[in-house]
């Protein structure tokens, strides 16, 4: 399969050099190549929230589940429920899943649910057009924060470790290739895959210059400690735009998953009838 | 005896729920019908907790104030209740705890204490003592009671035997409760099972189909959420119980999107969390089933008592424009009955559906009779009544295709070759967002018309009951639980009753039909502003606030209180 099959006649609105690109052409990239490593592509559904990164459904001939803001992983959840054979990938912006779905989030990690979530972090709310998100760093000066926003960001790599995700990775939009290794890597993974993907708003916050700047491969790392995992995440909290930031895998352990909590409840159906009598017989 | 009322009374943790149950079951053995309201504040242990259990010929589904049997666990069961007692009413108590100083009425103290301290047993088993009493004052066998527990202890059997036994040995005979089983009737011999609205509610929807139950617990819908996951092994059902309403409302949508029929339960704060999700599935068109169970409010309201006050609510609930299916049952039957036809319809039409009740027919007892109830599938012989409508598997899939009907033909991902799209924007035939005005307007018709081909599905539906004197000019317009009470002042008064069963698509032609030849027609609601009332308004069917008869304190009305208030409005 080609990755251009995978396009649809949808127009693409989003900005040009909008970091969003990458992630759809990475996207495509990985979802053809697993086509034809035995991962039929009829198996795989996208599902999104609401913002800019959204659209992307809309630009895959892929089945998908275009959701409303912050809940992408409610919707993911059922899914993979009803049918673990399904490949279920959530897009989700910082805004959406850091601050409107924050709960399903960390409840997805704690459940360790075999979904994979990819956070396009452009740390601002493009569609309404600029105001800090709970990532933004704080003293941002979006609409909503003039005078500088006086809260300090969350750091999404941590707060999934601690949750119990068990795959945990970063890239950067300008970083193609890795893009692709990494959402391979998540979308193969045995449980909860969250790849936070620093993804460049060029209209609302332009991070080129500093993301080209302080980002390097981590490498040689044991993604199996959670020690080791907890330093490299912590290393760069989102508040400052003068230390390193790491990218690449951090974090990889095999866990139990609570799909596969379901995969021994037959449904039974022409035995109802029966079972609903007996039932009823004991409430006599 | 045509009709006989027990009430037990106690604290939390005395196991009054239990014990009115096992009253009920003694009842039923000996072929009454039984309606049981419970009475619980918002706590876990204390506080005064009393079940009315009503055992009559026939068909009930309402409680009467006056009571033939006072059960008091404790004083305060006694102060709280001895005006419900009529003059030939029995007091049955614990001695060691209750001070009788009613010497008007027959009465017999055990003591309970002595017994459970002389048998080494538990404090909790003071209910199965006193029903022990219970049975010898009201001259029940001890055979039927021994049934009733050995069929429903689920442990310490021996002991509760003894100390039932204890009970019943203390007491002495008052009177003398006949059989009601016609001997020669063999289907009057079948006992009735007894069974909450939940209950009913679970088993219709797991009859339906139902393939997973999604739900957050809050008050009084909880009882179906535990009563899914106790037999979701038995039924092969995925019982989810997540972060919060709003998960609950998603997940919903994503079994529907997998092709697993699901269904969700809350009371009205919960559902305020769910509206975001159930204008998603207006527009997705995701079927997703909806037990509204509602209490009294606004906000945490009194969280174990009844109201009829989110109708307009529920109508309304989500932004935009789209159908919606909503039945309230009046009793375990109805329940069990239109929870298939709700789960059936939200599939056949792709629409939320609802089964709003309240606490009263969420949590009261009710003799079942599932015949009688009837099956939701037997309804419409119709190949299609169970199964949606599927995509026939021929040329390229559109989720959204247009039809005469609005119905658009589903498929479940995986579809080699094809893609399943499903949108929360406006979206094309084929599920991509678009703002294009044209697709915009026939979006909207394309939605419009699944609601009115629901309406004219359910012409061949009872959406509006009548019951009573049906030539009566004076009428009674009820809705949900008010169904049972209504019907028997309207025995006594010789009315009409007119039970709207459907609230939406609303059934304005069956409602002006059941109102042929009604000159005064009284609305019985139990909210404040007479919500049924506002809703056929809005057809041009008018009734005068003082034809309104509302009860907004948190209580159900009881064929007394409906009687006092017909008794003023009529006069």
């Not at chain 1, 460049?200 to 490498?219: A, H, I, M, P």
């Not at chain 1, 735009?241 to 449904?267: C, H, M, N, T, W």
């Not at chain 2, 109708?311 to 039957?333: K, M, Y």
């Given at each position: ?7 649809t ?7 040009p050099?909008c ?34 990164h ?33 490949k279920?990938?959530?897009?989700s ?30 740390r ?17 000066k979006?609409k ?15 707060l ?43 209209s ?6 500093s993301?080209?700047?302080?980002t390097?491969n ?8 959670f ?19 790491p990218?690449?895998?951090?974090y ?33 | 005896?045509?009709n ?37 504040p918002?706590?876990?242990r204390?506080?005064h907790?009393?079940?009315?259990v ?13 009571i033939d049997?006072?059960v ?9 209740h001895?005006?419900?007692l ?21 009465g ?35 055979s039927v ?13 021996e002991?509760?035997?003894q ?35 939940n ?23 909880s ?57 998603l ?46 039945v ?27 089964i709003?009740?309240?606490?009263i ?5 009710y ?11 037997d ?8 199964t ?44 991509i ?9 026939e979006?909207?018709d ?21 019951f ?11 809705w ?40 005064r027609?009284l609305?019985?609601e ?38 006092g ?7």
């Amino acid at each position: 399969m080609n990755p251009k099959d995978l396009a649809t006649t949808a127009r693409n609105t989003w900005c040009p050099g909008c970091g969003n690109f990458s992630i759809l052409s990475a996207m495509r990239s990985v979802l053809a190549d697993l086509d034809s490593e035995g991962y039929p592509i009829e198996n795989v559904v996208l599902i999104s929230g609401i913002g800019c990164h959204a659209k992307i459904v809309d630009y895959m001939n892929v089945n998908s589940f275009y959701s409303i803001h912050g809940r992408t992983l409610p919707a993911a959840s059922a899914i993979k429920i009803a049918n673990p054979d399904l490949k279920v990938i959530c897009f989700s912006g910082d805004g959406d899943s850091l601050a409107e779905g924050l709960d399903h989030l960390i409840f997805a990690a704690k459940r360790n649910i075999d979904i994979t979530l990819i956070l396009h972090d452009n740390r601002v709310y493009g569609l309404t057009t600029g105001q800090y998100t709970p990532t933004s760093p704080q003293g941002f000066k979006g609409k909503s924060t003039p005078a500088g926003s006086a809260e300090h960001p969350l750091n999404p790599p941590e707060l999934m470790l601690v949750s119990g995700a068990s795959y945990i990775a970063r890239g950067y939009t300008h970083g193609i290739e890795q893009l692709q290794k990494l959402f391979k890597e998540a979308i193969l993974h045995n449980g909860f895959s969250f790849v936070d993907v620093l993804q460049v708003c060029v209209s609302y916050n332009n991070l080129y210059e500093s993301y080209n700047k302080w980002t390097y491969n981590v490498q040689g790392n044991d993604a199996a400690s959670f020690d080791e995992a907890q330093k490299i995440i912590r290393s760069w909290n989102y508040d400052r735009s003068d230390v390193p930031i790491p990218l690449g895998k951090f974090y990889k352990i095999e866990a139990p998953r609570f799909d596969q909590a379901f995969a021994a409840y037959p449904p039974n159906l022409s035995e109802r009838d029966g079972k609903i009598k007996a039932l009823l017989e004991s409430f006599i | 005896m045509n009709n006989f009322s027990t009430l037990v009374g106690g604290i939390a943790g005395d196991g009054i729920n239990e014990a009115g149950l096992t009253v009920a079951r003694l009842y039923s053995r000996l072929g009454y019908h039984i309606y049981m309201y419970y009475d619980y504040p918002s706590l876990i242990r204390g506080g005064h907790n009393f079940s009315l259990v009503r055992a009559s010929r026939q068909k009930i589904a309402a409680h009467m104030d006056r009571i033939d049997v006072l059960v008091a666990l404790n004083q305060e069961t006694v102060e709280k209740h001895t005006g419900r007692l009529k003059d030939n009413s029995l007091v049955i108590y614990d001695a060691d705890k209750v001070k009788l100083d009613d010497t008007k009425h027959k009465g017999f103290g055990l003591s309970i204490t002595s017994i459970l301290k002389e048998a080494t047993a538990p404090a909790v088993m003071k209910n199965t003592c006193i029903i022990g009493g219970y049975c010898k004052v009201v001259g029940i066998d001890w055979s039927v009671l021994e049934d009733v527990l050995k069929k429903h202890m689920p442990k310490m059997l021996e002991l509760n035997l003894q100390v039932a036994r204890h009970g019943y040995d203390q007491a002495v005979e008052l009177c003398r409760i006949d059989s009601s089983v016609d001997e020669n009737d063999e289907k009057d011999k079948k006992h009735l099972p007894i069974i909450t609205g939940n209950q009913a509610i679970s088993l219709g929807l797991i009859k339906a189909g139902l393939m997973a139950y999604v739900a957050y617990p809050m008050t009084p819908s909880s009882s179906v959420l535990d009563f899914m996951a106790r037999y979701a092994q038995d039924f092969g059902l995925k019982v989810i119980h997540p972060e919060n309403e709003i998960a609950v409302m998603l997940m919903a949508q994503g079994f529907a999107y997998a092709g697993i029929k699901a269904a969700v339960g809350t009371s009205g704060g919960g559902f305020c969390l769910m509206t975001e999700g159930l204008s998603l599935a207006g527009m997705a068109e995701m079927p997703v089933v909806v037990v509204m169970a509602q209490r009294t409010g606004p906000s945490t309201g009194l969280p174990t008592y009844t109201a009829q006050g989110d109708l307009h609510f529920v109508l309304n609930a989500g932004q935009g424009e789209f159908p919606r299916f909503i039945v309230a049952p009046g009793d375990a039957e109805e329940a069990y009955y239109w929870s298939g036809v709700a789960l059936n319809l939200a599939w056949k039409y792709q629409v939320p559906s609802f089964i709003l009740t309240d606490k009263i027919v969420s949590e009261s007892q009710y003799s079942f009779d599932q015949d009688r109830a009837g099956d939701p599938a037997d309804e419409r012989k119709e190949q299609d009544q169970q199964t949606p409508l599927l995509w026939d598997g021929r040329g390229l899939y559109n989720r959204y295709r247009y039809t005469d009907t609005g119905v658009s033909p589903l498929a479940f991902p995986p579809q080699k070759g094809q893609v399943i799209k499903v949108d929360s924007y406006t979206h094309d035939e084929g599920g991509i967002t678009s703002e294009d005005p044209q697709i915009t307007r026939e979006t909207c018709d394309k939605r419009q018309r699944k609601g009115q081909s629901l309406a004219a599905y359910l012409e061949a539906y009872e959406t509006v009951k009548v019951f009573g004197d049906e030539k009566s000019k004076n009428a009674l317009l009820c809705w949900g639980s008010n169904k049972g009470v209504c019907l028997e002042a309207a025995q006594k008064l010789g009315l009409r009753v007119i039970h709207v069963l459907v609230l939406s698509p609303f059934p304005e032609r069956k409602l002006r039909d059941a109102l042929q030849g009604v000159e005064r027609l009284l609305a019985v609601e139990c909210n404040s502003t007479g919500q049924l009332a506002r809703l056929a308004g809005s057809y041009g069917i008018k009734i005068l606030a003082q034809d309104q008869i509302l009860k907004y304190d948190g209580r159900p009305f009881s064929v007394e209180d409906l009687l006092g208030e017909l008794g003023r409005a009529m006069a």
